[in-house]
């Protein structure tokens, strides 16, 4: 049955408008701050297959409808009335869950005595318990220490909540109240749902319904195409790098190869590391999967905003991902900070863009989001408080014609700031700073965006604070175009005071009462030489509190003396900056920063490619041992949070290659001899 497309719009525009409706009743009726402010969850509607055909515009998560739910529900199998199920499990799940703070619900639509459609609901919850206090830690090394795990299962049989599960999920976590708050907040949503789906059902009728499904998606995927037709044919290569797993000064790197084919997109990210054993893995189950592919859903609604949201959106979308590499990690791997590696995919994929369209495409973002959570001590019922005082975020990448934006940027999720008031009323803490940081955004003729400072200080000794996902230390966003690189991310304990200290990339640092903590985030690359930008908007930077007076003068040769600019100095001091330049090498269209530049010019693309190939054939056990192995002698000479010396990693270079020539002498040979018994 095929529909007119007017009824197919009236019918597009229910299902959104249902799924929508759905997040807001659980936006109103959940218990924690990552429901009522953050809003870290969402909602959707899902055809038999598990796909989504409806999801929310303006609230939520965005960017996650092209999870699938299939594998979810054929793992329980038989489903009735009333069923509800429940899982937070990477593997198991095949990638609807990421980590295991992410609760998803899913839950049948009967019609007739038959499933006509499911309802979808994810929240991110306060702590499922786990090594540390809100689950999440870099150094969790396997998926055991990061919290409960929950097979696909019924939480809800008929109707009725089944207690032994409720049991179960309020003794394995550290906020039973909160979990339970927000997941029967979600079963309300799902509820709404249902009753929607069936309204929609009675007005139309269930043939009108069942056939709207597939033909929304398939009218998505037309104007998707249309959209991605934008980007011109070939092929574009890129790769960026988390700066290290934490529990070692490695960093890791995300390639990408991009090829683009009359709006048809192939994303192959052969030459990506393999994955680690901290919490840097993203588990996808080696498809197509939302966490990889948000930076082309933002691509898709900048070139045409009444796409529907859908998982038609990505029809054109292919990927390839090698099995046991960050991207397609083996269980039991740690996965509890893979938007961290989100984030360098949506940087890989903006970078091969770039190429393909560089007046078009932003300079890098912060690349970076930082739930900072604090965990009280103990009260007297063995309780403890765990709150986010602030989810992070740096600051957007410039493009042409455009600043990035400041304390923002386009991330693969849209969760929202926690007011100060809301925190303080929550947490024993005093915030004492929540500004713009400033110079932190790269100049350019368009500047990046700004990155965000914070400061605060608990009233209990014994408080730890988790920044879990924190990066931009060493690899900096990146410039375009001429556009300088944003700032490296810091975070100092006790700043201005005598015993201020820098503690860098941390995993959880314990406080005393009075202390206090900064965490500064990454602003956003500059785009086009910083010399054409209009003096009087530098001024306006400079009263707004953006940029300095020093950095106007250094970077952008802009003097302002008694809060004007001072034309004649200014054209002296551009006339001396373009001079100088003159006697330099033709500056690069990608400004990476010095450390990128010294590690590239080392570790370079075809030696660091190699090496992921011969790690990746071998098993999950050897492999981190000859990991290890390979590069021993490059760990004895870096640190996090020191910049490269370039000798030391030249004479380093000479050791690594010499082990990963034996270790593919022992790769090929064994394979040759098979092939000679053949």
Not at 38 to 53: E, I, M, N, P, Q
Not at 129 to 140: A, E, H, K, L, Y
Not at 154 to 183: H, S, W, Y
Not at 471 to 481: E, K, Q, S
Request: hydrophobic letters at 40%; proline letters at 6%.
């Amino acid at each position: 049955m095929k529909l007119d497309p007017v009824t197919l719009e009236i019918l597009a525009t229910k299902f959104a408008a249902a799924a929508e409706e759905m997040s807001y009743f659980l936006k109103r009726t959940g218990r924690s701050q990552y429901v009522k402010e953050a809003a870290d969850f969402s909602t959707a509607l899902v055809d038999t297959r598990g796909k989504f055909y409806a999801y929310p515009r303006n609230i939520g998560v965005s960017g996650f409808f092209d999870l699938d739910c299939g594998p979810t529900i054929a793992a329980v199998g038989h489903l009735e009335p009333g069923d509800v199920i429940i899982t937070n499990h990477p593997y198991m799940s095949s990638g609807l869950a990421t980590h295991l703070p992410d609760f998803n619900l899913v839950q049948p639509y009967f019609h007739d005595g038959r499933i006509v459609s499911y309802g979808w609901s994810f929240v991110h919850s306060a702590d499922v318990g786990g090594r540390v206090p809100s689950s999440i830690s870099p150094s969790n090394f396997e998926l055991f220490q990061e919290g409960m795990l929950i097979p696909p299962m019924k939480l809800v049989k008929r109707g009725e909540m089944n207690k032994d599960a409720e049991g179960f999920l309020r003794a394995n976590c550290r906020t039973p109240d909160a979990n339970m708050g927000d997941i029967r907040a979600m079963l309300a949503a799902l509820h709404l749902g249902e009753r929607r789906v069936a309204r929609i059902i009675a007005q139309h009728g269930i043939d009108t319904f069942e056939a709207a499904i597939p033909g929304v998606l398939s009218y998505t995927a037309v104007k998707a195409r249309e959209a991605f037709r934008s980007i011109p044919d070939g092929t574009f290569e890129f790769w960026d790098y988390i700066d290290d797993d934490l529990v070692s000064a490695l960093p890791l790197r995300i390639r990408l190869k991009l090829t683009i084919d009359d709006g048809l997109l192939h994303l192959d990210f052969t030459g990506s590391d393999p994955q680690v054993q901290a919490a840097y893995n993203l588990p996808t189950a080696g498809k197509r999967h939302s966490q990889m592919t948000a930076w082309l859903t933002s691509y898709a609604l900048t070139r045409d905003p009444t796409l529907p949201l859908n998982s038609g959106m990505l029809e054109p979308v292919t990927i390839y991902t090698e099995r046991g590499s960050l991207l397609n990690p083996e269980f039991p791997a740690a996965v509890g900070v893979r938007h961290a590696i989100v984030h360098r995919v949506m940087d890989a994929t903006n970078g091969a863009l770039a190429q393909a369209l560089p007046d078009f495409m932003p300079a890098g973002c912060a690349g970076i989001i930082i739930p900072v959570v604090l965990a009280e001590p103990e009260d007297s019922n063995g309780r403890r408080n765990v709150s986010v005082v602030q989810p992070m975020v740096g600051g957007g990448g410039a493009h042409n014609g455009g600043d990035g934006a400041d304390g923002r940027h386009s991330g693969p999720v849209n969760i929202g700031n926690n007011p100060l008031e809301t925190t303080e009323a929550n947490a024993d803490v005093t915030i004492l700073s929540y500004a713009m940081r400033i110079d932190s955004g790269g100049a350019g003729e368009w500047r990046g965006g700004s990155g965000a400072e914070l400061t605060f200080s608990p009233h209990q000794s014994g408080s730890q604070v988790l920044g879990r996902g924190m990066d931009r230390f060493r690899f900096v966003p990146w410039g375009l175009a001429g556009g300088l690189p944003g700032l490296a991310a810091r975070t100092i304990v006790n700043r201005g005071r005598p015993d201020e200290h820098e503690v860098g990339k941390l995993d959880m640092v314990e406080l005393q009462a009075g202390d206090t903590i900064t965490i500064l985030t990454p602003g956003g690359g500059g785009y086009g030489d910083p010399l054409k930008r209009d003096p009087q908007r530098v001024l306006k930077d400079v009263r707004g509190g953006f940029v300095s007076a020093e950095s106007a003068l250094r970077d952008y040769g802009v003097h302002i003396a008694d809060d004007r600019v001072d034309k004649s100095a200014t054209t002296l001091r551009r006339s001396e900056m373009v001079a100088a330049r003159a006697r330099d090498p033709e500056r690069p269209f990608f400004a990476f920063g010095r450390e990128r530049d010294v590690w590239d010019a080392v570790f370079d693309d075809t030696l660091l490619s190699r090496i992921s190939a011969a790690l990746l054939t071998l098993p999950l056990g050897a492999r981190t041992v000859a990991r290890r192995v390979l590069w021993a002698a490059l760990l004895a000479v870096i640190e996090r949070n020191v910049p490269f010396a370039p000798d030391a990693l030249a004479h380093a270079r000479v050791a690594v290659e010499r082990e990963l020539a034996l270790l593919e002498a022992r790769v090929v040979k064994p394979a040759l001899l098979t092939a000679s018994a053949a």
